[in-house]
């Protein structure tokens, strides 16, 4: 059974077509990496999961409810999706564990002490719990980005969504980044991951996409993707990213 | 001793001679600071400035001829205030702590500054006699000057002593407040000042005579302190209750309503039209509410509840133009806005409970507020209003800045709406308000407000300057709003969307917090300059702080002759408008560094 099913998805903006007809299918559990040079669309597309950008073509089910203009869908389906930003976009005015629990109490309406708890141990499981009453201007890059993993969690999300969470960090932080989310990807949780990291890309993913111009050019497992390539394309991509 | 002054001496050198450039500055501004003060000294001291005519106007300046027999309701709106800011403070006390050494560093530098223009203060004064010839007096004697010298200079180096003996004492910052109200009701009780008095001939008796502080204004100050105190100590007592703060916030915003319509002013209550008109109305809109409330989760209601909203609404807009009790109006437009509410907070049985709480607070206060404000006032004053001097000018700020920055923040928020109808309406407002003089929209309430009124809708003059002021200022807030609101990035937007939030939310939690923290300095300026502009009620005749000190102390010669002394009244004003502005302009510095603006 697909969590995420997206059919001939197409997506303009003005005169530009960034996305030209994505069709594909994610399992629970699975865990899929996106790459792709720059504007091949691979942001765009999973920015269309959970509605952030609007598709015009095509049809995007995530979790059984088809994305659409009804508003009550989509705050559904954006509470099951949570999703990492490249720039981590932390609300500066509040603490991690502000930033953490706000979207518990005010979406979920839990009670305050039950989303403390559950934060703290979301904090313990990135490994910065000791951070929780710093304000994110206080942290680097790769607490800020791994307070931004813990605070998507804390909405207890079927998928989550990375867009290129590894690029805005110092070379010395992205490992500690990765690390939280390789052992989020062994807890079984549905991840598309779009990252230029091949390295996690061949250690964690279930399967690997290559995207270009606004299409699909090839998926495929880890080992074949990186080993023994269908695509021309993706060839030329592993030479010049390798 | 001597490492501490040589390292002072080091730093001066460094700080106000480190090159030619900076000396020349030192010295130039030295002179001119020197002469300014030389200069104002001998203006204030020299003995043709009649400093009794501010003294003796002390009442008409802060009530102007609000009748002495309802002082207690003048004494009771401050007092109410004092009490308010006792409680907010010790609900709010911050844990921040100072080393006592902190104070007496701010005494030693006070005495030092003292000691300054005690040695510099000039002797003579001379200035020009009635008959144009020039005048010469001693104003500065060298007693006074020593006797003056010799106590600060003990005192100076007391202090000195005091802050560099590292005495281990600290104490809360919020505490100190205290500390430093309590100096001036002291000196209340102690401090003698001179009074006109006047002989059987009703002549001034010269000179005149030193005399303690009317009990009239020391005991309402003492008992306010006490009261300040105590309140300070409740706050403390209750800090953890959260709840209290929310209900501290909303009765700060409704406590200038309840002066206005309550305290300030002497509602005469025809008790027949409350039995039958008030009472009833609360019964009626209450159990409506109530209704609403239980019944929201029942199918059938919930299928025809956009009808019944709808009907609502129609009500509430014609009930704006038939003529039904002004309580009615309100409540249904208050009912429409509750019933909006209603379906989205009545999901679980707390909600229920809070939300029927909510609105019985709510209609209380509304009837209360409306009786009172709505009523003929009992105090006969003569002149145009209640109102004048000082309490007219606060009452423009205050008000006119409670109403004016929700408006201002709903008009920075709809002209970014992305409703076309709402964002046109919104800038339609904001650049028609902007575009015309504040002195024009004084005139149009005056004059013209009335005639866009429904007939038989009257205001007195001061609301209704009070409705122009709030959308004037309203409209400045709007854009400096707007600017903060630019400054968001958008990915604030994406995420608050990513992790679920409605748009109410968004622009609640995420939006307004972060848009408002980068816009203070600019908001402060602009609540500034409303009180400040305050002062230009004076054109369409209400007499305000200013037009005291400078029309009617001037032409005051009954039963002491005052003309021609508008000199000293300006100062007088002008140092008042002063403490009052740079108070609100340290006080936003606090607010901003406790936010940590720049930090993060």
Known sequence: MSIIQANGVKKWFGDFQALKGISMEIAEGEVLVICGPSGSGKSTFIRCINRLEQHQEGEIIVDGTELTNDLKNIETIRAEVGMVFQSFNLFPHLTVMQNITLAPIWVRKKSRSDSEEKAMELLNRVGIPEQADKYPGQLSGGQQQRVAIARALAMDPKIMLFDEPTSALDPEMIKEVLDAMKELAKSGMTMIVVTHEMGFAKEVADRVMLFDEGMMVEENTPDEFFDNPKNDRTKLFLSQIL | MVDVIKKNVKALQESLFSSVGSSVLTIGTTYLVLNFFRGMFGFVMSSDKDWLAVLNNMQLYMVQAYPESDFIRVWISVGLTFVFSGISIGLWRSEDRSNVSVIFDRFFKIGLGVLFFTIVAPTFTSYMGNDGSVITEEIFSRSTRLGLLIPTLIGTVAFFGLKNMK??????????????????????????????????????????????????????????????????????????????????????????????????????????????????????????????????????????????????????????????????????????????????????????????????????????????????????????????????????????????????????????????????????????????????????????????????????????????????????????????????????????????????????????????????????????????????????????????????????????????????????????????????????????????????
């Not at chain 2, 972060?514 to 230009?536: M, N």
């Open chain 2, 167 to 600: 005495i281990n004492f600290s104490y809360n910052n919020s505490d100190v407040v205290f500390l430093y109200l309590f100096i001036p009701v002291v000196l209340l009780w102690f401090v003698k000042l001179p009074v006109i008095q006047l002989d059987q001939n009703k002549e001034r008796i010269m000179p005149d005579p030193l005399m303690p502080i009317a009990n009239t204004t020391k005991i309402p100050w003492s008992i306010i302190f006490v009261m300040f105190l105590i309140s300070y100590f409740i706050g403390i007592y209750f800090k953890d209750v959260k709840r209290l703060k929310n209900v501290m916030s909303i009765s700060w915003f409704l406590l200038p309503l309840l002066i206005f319509s309550w305290i300030f002013k002497k509602p005469q209550i025809d008790m027949g039209e409350v039995l039958t008109g008030d009472i009833p109305i609360f019964f009626i809109f209450f159990i409506v509410g109530l209704v609403t409330v239980l019944f929201i989760n029942n199918p059938i209601v919930k299928k025809y509840y956009s009808i019944y909203l709808g009907i609502i609404l129609v009500g509430t807009l014609a009930g704006i133009f038939i003529s039904i009790p002004m309580l009615a109006k309100a409540c249904l437009l208050l009912l429409s806005l509750f019933s909006m509410v209603v379906p989205a907070v009545s999901t679980s049985d707390q909600g229920k409970r809070s939300l029927i709480i909510i609105w019985f607070v709510a209609l209380v206060t509304l009837t209360f507020l409306l009786r009172g404000g709505a009523s003929e006032t009992g105090i006969v004053v003569p002149g145009s209003s209640i109102f004048g001097g000082f309490s007219l000018t606060w009452l423009l700020a205050i008000f006119g800045t409670y109403v004016s920055f929700p408006l201002g923040v709903m008009l920075a928020l709809g002209r970014n709406s992305k409703l076309p109808i709402v964002r046109i309406i919104c800038t339609g407002i904001i650049e028609l308000v902007r575009s015309v003089p504040y002195i024009t929209w004084l005139f149009f309430a005056s004059v013209t407000l009335a005639v866009f009124l429904p007939a038989g809708v009257e205001f007195n003059l001061i609301v209704r300057v009070l409705m122009v002021t709030a959308f004037f200022s309203g409209a400045y807030f709007a854009e400096n709003i707007r600017g903060g609101l630019q400054s968001i990035p958008k990915g604030q937007y994406e995420a608050a969307d990513a992790i679920g939030m409605s748009p109410f939310q968004k622009t609640g939690l995420i939006v307004l917090p972060q848009a408002l923290r980068a816009v203070i300095p600019t908001l402060v300026s602009s609540a500034i300059t409303a009180f400040k502009d305050s002062s230009l009620v004076t054109i369409i005749g209400l007499f305000d702080f200013l037009t005291i000190g400078k029309t009617v102390i001037d032409n005051q010669s009954v039963p002491v002759n005052f003309v021609g002394h508008q000199r000293e009244n300006l100062i007088f004003v002008a140092v008042v408008y002063w403490i009052f502005t740079f108070t609100l302009s340290r006080r936003s510095m606090k607010v901003e560094k406790r936010l940590g603006l720049g930090e993060r």
